[in-house]
């Protein structure tokens, strides 16, 4: 799919989102934090386990973690996680281990098979990681957020503009 064809396929789908402007923005801004973590296995029983105690909408978290987790963003998500990661957390991850990490997600391997080989990568490394990742992700959640919540407010005092002309 051309990038303008999918920007324009996820626009159109957060057009027809219907709720209040507070949990869709909320749930853009867990989709996306969901989304650029390195959590790709995961990501689905992520959204659902925040979202939904959060009263964060479930639907527009998935459509946001889907627009911006996809093989074009996997690559630089993935070395932007490891390099900040490894500035928290020195010398803990070598590009060896992290390319063996790409290569669990690039596999045809089960769910649980993909499990059982980050295991085995051991907890420093999935530290290094997730440390990145959260890093990285916390300004995208936060411009998410304000940006999604505008978006749908403006959306809403639209559709009810258009109701009463109606």
Known sequence: MKPNR???YYYLKFLRLQGDPHSLALGVAIGLFVGITPTIPLHTALIVTLAWPLRG???AALIASMAVSNPLTWLPQYYFSWRLGNWLLP???SW???QDLLGVFASDASFRENLTRLGQMGLEAVAVMLA???LLAIPFTCA???LAFK???ALRKKRQEKHILT
């Open 132 to 134: 990145g990742g959260i």
């Open 151 to 153: 978006f749908f407010r």
């Open 6 to 8: 999918a920007a324009k």
């Open 57 to 59: 909408n479930i639907l």
């Open 96 to 98: 060896d281990r992290i």
């Open 91 to 93: 010398g803990r991850l």
């Open 144 to 146: 998410g957020y304000i």
